[in-house]
């Protein structure tokens, strides 16, 4: 699986922006098949920075009652990537 593939987007919320400035982590959503070792690599590659630890999470989509009926949210996996000492990456 090509790097642009695996990693879809940078999720910015206030937690994971307190955790990119103090902790040198990062999160993102990444593709539902991509592994552990995949998603470090892709961030290696995409951002040219040394990935040390890459944790996940799968979020199962919540069922969402409309005025025709009941929908199910998607199911998103998100990364959370602790980079090296000394290495960051520009989201903006």
Not at 14 to 26: D, P
Not at 40 to 62: C, P, S
């Amino acid at each position: 699986m090509h790097a642009t593939h695996v990693i879809k987007k940078p999720v910015v919320t206030e937690k994971g922006t307190f955790a990119m400035n103090e902790l040198n982590r990062y999160t993102f959503q990444v593709d539902l098949r991509a592994s552990k070792d995949q998603i470090r690599k892709a961030v290696e590659d995409l951002y040219k920075v040394k990935v040390e630890k890459v944790n996940t999470q799968t979020r199962k989509g919540k069922m969402r009652r409309y005025r025709y009926g009941l929908t199910q949210e998607s199911t998103i996996k998100l990364a959370s990537v602790r980079l090296k000492d000394g290495d960051t990456i520009e989201l903006f």
